[in-house]
């Protein structure tokens, strides 16, 4: 029995072997074309997925910016002035406040920092570390740089440094070795500032502020005088370093 079906195969695949290969071909095609149009879709779903991320990781550090902080503060509480320009407190030059908001709540002096990475100084240190993709420098402590500005607004607009709250935002992506104060924030910066509810300014008072304040923002001519300084500074420094050479 087993032998005649052992046969009558032999006969059928000699009789139509010619269709049985079409059909297999057929088939092999066929799956070859599904398997690429499958592959195709996974490889469009994958760089539709990473546009997508990419967009929200984008709308993501866009959020975080300074400047879109400012922009969600409502314009009728909050007057937002961009580099203010202040003498500085020994007298010798200018020196710059990339960010100030005037509201009844207060003045608020913010400085942002574009650091990213494993972040190492303390409240006092004259330095900070930063340590990013295996590379490490030193900045100016932001505390500081920020307490000073605080008080040279102060003593231009005559006001208890009570008055002034210094914030040092950081936009980047950190982690901080050591506790940092409440106003370092590296998110909520608009929700910090609005946080602060009592009634410090008066009418008449903060009229006086932002008018005295606006003074001395965005002009051009303490610009050019303040980057002139700093010009003139990096190179009496660069030449400092070639005669310790």
């Known amino acids: 029995m087993l032998?005649?079906?052992?046969?009558l195969t032999q006969e059928l695949l000699t009789a139509y072997w010619h269709f049985i290969f079409a059909a297999c071909l057929l088939a092999l095609v066929v799956t070859s074309l599904i398997a690429a149009g499958i592959l195709r879709r996974s490889r469009r779903n994958e760089r539709t997925d990473s546009r997508r991320g990419s967009g929200s990781s984008s709308a993501t550090a866009?959020?975080?910016t300074v400047s879109s902080s400012m922009n969600r503060l409502p314009s009728e509480e909050y007057q937002v002035l961009r580099d203010v320009f202040l003498p500085r407190l020994d007298g010798?030059?200018?020196?710059r406040l990339p960010f100030v908001v005037v509201a009844r709540s207060g003045?608020?002096?913010i400085q942002p920092q574009r650091e990213s990475g494993l972040i190492s100084g303390g409240p006092k240190d004259d330095r900070w570390t930063v340590m990013h993709g295996g590379r490490e420098h030193t900045f100016t402590n932001p505390v500081l740089r920020s307490a000073y500005h605080a008080r040279a607004l102060a003593r231009y607009l005559e006001l208890p440094e009570a008055l002034i709250c210094s914030i040092i935002y950081f936009d980047q992506e950190v982690r901080f070795a050591t506790p940092q104060g409440p106003n370092v924030l590296t998110s909520g910066l608009t929700r910090f500032i609005m946080s602060h509810k009592a009634e410090l300014l008066t009418g008449g008072m903060l009229q006086n502020v932002c008018e005295r304040i606006d003074q001395v923002a965005g002009s051009e001519e303490l610009r050019q005088k303040y980057e002139e300084r700093n010009s003139s500074r990096r190179r009496r420094a660069r030449r400092e370093a070639s005669?310790?050479?």
């Open 62 to 64: 866009q959020q975080k």
């Open 243 to 245: 005669h310790a050479d």
């Open 107 to 109: 003045v608020f002096v």
């Open 3 to 7: 032998n005649k079906i052992i046969h």
């Open 92 to 95: 010798k030059g200018l020196t």
